[in-house]
């Protein structure tokens, strides 16, 4: 734990790291003692311990994940989605020296195991051995083999997303603000968070304004994913037409319930919509429903409409993504064939 000490009027953050079995105080000037400064500081503190020459091999694997998820300017949802993988893979792997690891060792533990959800959860550990390959914690970067041999899991891109008529079906059987907040992220395409720290003011005459995300598991508003969610995204007029339509039912509510909020939608305390919240409404429906099935069921739309790959992405607020191009090629594929069999019913010329 790092800590900032006076000395002849200069600050200075101080860490203690055990270097060959002795420890070490390693430490880096700070200007001032402020939470932006610290940061700033703290960066160089790790930079510099990572360039010690200390015996690798000592480190355990536990004792990397903790201070993995403890560097700075990570962020509340990262160190606990990344954390709750971490420590499972840790307790899948066991608790060895660094030197000891190897992708050999790691596909071997999580083929044994034999459940999909620990090889999806290998992309937060090969993030965190990069982090320990650049600051001089493990030599070589070997998480390029990492998974290459473990057996794929391969999903139905139509089971990413739901139909017409799915969605009618689903729709019937949602009240309340369930029924306006599930209609709201198929008609947006924005993460469930995105939509729980909406504001009032956010929702322009032609535009909605997405500048925050809340993550429901640490309770905290932080800011968007990545910088492109950072963005403002057309209201089309169906989404309008529903905009309108939830904001009346909203105020009636508020009214009746006596709720004091600003935010767009909410949960009964006036607090942050919850996502698990209304995971656990559509898990009760359907056991395969779940939130992010409305965003992937945007592009599957747009996609059918004839939108391109790239204003979907914007729209969405990311560079890329491997289960957007997968929804949006077999969509326009399955368009595709349903053109030529109209071709093949049609003459031309007579």
């Known amino acids: 734990m790092a800590w900032v000490e006076k000395n002849n009027g200069y600050l200075r953050l101080v860490e ?33 311990i990572g360039q010690i020459d200390r015996p690798q091999c000592e ?10 998820l403890k560097r700075p300017g990570i962020r509340p949802a990262t160190a606990i989605h990344a954390g709750s993988a971490l420590r499972i ?22 083929m044994e195991d034999g459940r999909p959800v ?13 982090w320990c390959v650049k600051y001089g914690y493990i030599e070589q970067d070997f998480t390029k083999q990492i998974d290459d041999a473990l057996p794929k899991e391969k999903k139905d891109p139509k089971s990413l997303y739901l139909e017409h008529d799915e969605l009618k079906q689903l729709f019937d059987n949602l009240t309340g603000i369930y029924y306006y907040s599930s209609k709201f992220l198929v008609l947006t395409g924005m993460r469930v968070g995105e939509m729980s720290a909406l504001t009032m003011e ?17 309770g905290v508003t932080t800011k968007p994913k990545t910088v492109e969610s950072d963005r403002a995204i057309f209201i089309q007029p169906e ?5 309108k339509e939830y904001k009346e039912w909203r105020l ?8 004091r909020t600003n935010l767009l939608f909410f949960s009964r305390d006036g607090s942050p919509f919850k996502e698990n919240t209304l995971y656990q409404v559509l898990h009760r429906i359907d056991p395969k429903l779940h939130p992010h099935l409305f965003r992937h069921t945007h592009v599957a739309m747009l996609a059918e409409a004839g ?14 993504s491997n289960i957007t191009r997968a929804v949006y090629y077999h969509v326009t594929e399955k368009q595709q064939k349903k053109d030529d069999e109209f071709l093949k019913g049609i003459r031309i010329l007579g």
Do not use: F
Not at 239 to 243: F, G, M, Q, S, V
Not at 307 to 320: E, F, M, N, T
């Open 252 to 259: 009636l509510y508020t009214m009746a319930q006596g709720v």
């Open 118 to 130: 620990m090889v999806r959860k290998l992309r937060y550990l090969k993030s965190m051995l990069r």
């Open 307 to 320: 939108y391109s790959l790239d204003a979907i992405s914007r729209r969405l607020g990311h560079a890329g």
């Open 89 to 110: 893979l840790a307790e899948l792997i066991g608790d060895v020296k660094l030197r000891s690891l190897s992708a050999q060792m790691i596909n071997r533990k999580v």
């Open 59 to 68: 480190m355990r694997l536990n004792e990397a994940v903790e201070l993995y």
């Open 239 to 243: 989404l309008a037409e529903l905009i």
């Open 202 to 218: 956010d929702i322009g005459e032609d535009r909605i304004t997405i500048n925050k995300n809340y993550c429901y598991c640490a």
């Open 16 to 48: 203690r790291v055990e270097v060959d079995g002795k420890t070490k105080r390693i430490s880096v000037p700070i200007n001032r003692d402020t939470p932006a400064a610290r940061k700033k500081a703290m960066a160089a503190l790790q930079e510099k």
